[in-house]
C-alpha cells in the first residue's frame, strides 16, 4: 500500500475543527477538491455513516465510516476512485499549544499489477499528495475565516 499524509495547524478550538470536519453531509463546503455530496442511508455521524462526493480529478466515489472517536477523528473506507481498489483516509484532530493540528492520510492500492504499481508510486502519489494537500488547507482557510477555499486558491504543498 502506498501512503500520503499531511498534517497542518489550525488557529482554533479542536472542536471547533471537528465540528466543521464531522458534519459529514458537508465537505463540499471546505474542501476544494469535492465537488457536490449526498449522505446515504439514515445516518449523518458516527461509524457506519456514508456519503456519496463528486471529487475533481476522481470522479464520483463514495466513503463510509468503518471508525469513529467522536472529537478526535475517523477512519474511512473508499470506494470508486479510478485505478485504485483498496483506499483509506484517516483523519485525526488534537489540542496542541493553543492550536489544533489535524493529521490526514490516505493509504491505497493500485489496479493494474506492475503498471499499476509503478503508476501509484509516481503519478497517483503525486495526485493525492496534492489533493490531501489542497483538502486539509481547504479545512483551515474554512475554519480560521469562515470562507470555503477555492479549488485553485489552495495551492499545493
Known amino acids: 500500500m502506498t501512503t500520503v499524509r499531511k498534517e497542518i495547524r489550525i488557529d482554533a478550538t479542536s ?3 471537528w465540528n466543521v470536519r464531522s458534519d459529514f453531509g458537508s ?3 471546505w474542501a476544494p477538491e469535492v465537488k457536490h455530496a449526498v449522505l446515504l442511508g439514515g445516518i449523518d455521524r458516527g461509524e457506519g455513516c456514508e456519503r456519496s462526493c463528486a471529487v ?7 466513503e463510509r465510516a468503518i471508525a469513529w472517536k467522536e472529537g478526535e477523528g ?3 473506507a473508499i470506494e470508486g476512485a479510478p485505478m485504485m481498489s483498496k483506499v483509506r483516509s484517516t483523519w485525526a484532530i488534537r489540542a496542541e499549544g493553543g492550536v489544533s493540528v489535524v493529521r490526514a492520510e490516505v493509504e491505497y ?9 509503478m503508476i501509484g508510486v509516481s503519478l497517483m502519489r503525486l495526485m493525492m499528495s496534492r489533493t490531501l494537500g ?5 479545512l483551515k482557510q ?3 475565516s469562515g470562507g470555503a477555499a477555492e479549488a ?5 504543498a
Open 27 to 29: 465537505p463540499h463546503t
Open 152 to 156: 485553485g486558491e489552495a495551492s499545493a
Open 15 to 17: 472542536a471547533a475543527v
Open 109 to 117: 492500492e493500485t489496479r493494474y499489477g506492475l503498471l499499476g504499481a
Open 134 to 138: 489542497r483538502t486539509v488547507r481547504g
Open 56 to 62: 475533481s480529478g476522481l470522479g464520483t466515489i463514495t
Open 74 to 76: 475517523f477512519e474511512l
Open 142 to 144: 474554512y475554519v480560521e
